[in-house]
């Protein structure tokens, strides 16, 4: 019998999570940069530009953008890493990829490619000086497996940025249902043509892991330690391991 996983707030076997899940971004990715711009009202751009600052990239280091979609975080960290750096652009989903690469390719960045399941990176052990998830693993069945799998890549001393949609603080807890139940869809429905992906967003959100319990998911996989920064009011947060 297959196990049950989460796909929002549906129960589904885990067999057809990540084929539900490529049907969500096969059909939002045409539309996916104009509707974060829209939905998060630029906040976005903020949120992985802190990314960057923390992150500190030097020329020459390698980078693993994983779940990297449309290329925005992998376009900052090159720009970072400059032409001695590696930087390479993963995702399970083709459209979302070939959206990303484009636009890595039409700024002259080049950078490596490649369609792969997070739970299975095709890397060498200890190949990377950081990795990088933007908005990714939410989506992921097996989160603890991804985990392993991106500090297995990750050299010693190596850490892993995981920016991610987390719990908000308890004030603004209803507004922030509002819009993410009833705004979002009707934003979907009327800009991408898609209600039902964006009420798929918006409950995949609630069903990630807080922010303490991802911290200890992340120590877990074995990082030596893990700490986390709350964004405009915990609607999102990056977290930090540190191999």
């Known amino acids: 019998?297959?196990?049950?996983?989460?796909?929002?707030?549906?129960?589904?076997?885990?067999s057809v999570k990540a084929g539900k899940v490529a049907e969500v971004f096969h059909s939002v990715a045409s539309n996916y940069d104009l509707m974060n711009d829209l939905m998060s009202m630029g906040l976005?751009?903020?949120?992985k530009q802190f990314l960057r600052l923390k992150a500190q990239v030097r020329p020459g280091m390698r980078i693993l953008d994983i779940a990297g979609g449309t290329g925005d975080v992998s376009s900052l960290l090159a720009r970072?890493?400059?032409?001695?750096g590696e930087v390479w652009l993963t995702d399970i989903n083709g459209s979302m990829l070939t959206i990303g690469?484009?636009?890595l390719l039409d700024e002259g960045r080049l950078t490596g490619c490649?369609?792969?399941?997070?739970?299975?990176?095709p890397f060498p052990d200890a190949h990377f000086d950081l990795v990088t998830v933007a908005f990714g693993l939410r989506n992921m069945t097996h989160k603890d497996l991804a985990l392993a799998?991106?500090?297995r890549v990750l050299k010693p001393g190596g850490r892993l940025f995981v920016l991610e949609f987390s719990k908000v603080a308890k004030p603004l807890a209803p507004f922030y249902d509002f819009y993410s139940f009833k705004i979002l869809p009707f934003m979907g429905a009327k800009v991408a043509g898609d209600a039902d992906s964006y009420q798929y967003l918006a409950e995949s959100i609630r069903m990630h892991p807080d922010q303490e319990t991802l911290k200890g998911m992340m120590l877990a996989a074995g990082f030596q330690a893990a700490d986390f920064h709350n964004m405009t009011a915990g609607v999102v947060a990056l977290?930090?391991?540190?191999n």
């Open 239 to 242: 977290h930090i391991g540190y």
């Open 1 to 14: 019998m297959s196990e049950k996983t989460h796909f929002g707030y549906q129960t589904v076997d885990e």
């Open 101 to 103: 690469r484009d636009r």
């Open 114 to 121: 490649a369609q792969c399941d997070a739970e299975k990176l």
């Open 149 to 151: 799998e991106m500090r």
């Open 44 to 47: 976005h751009r903020g949120w």
């Open 80 to 84: 970072d890493a400059g032409a001695s």
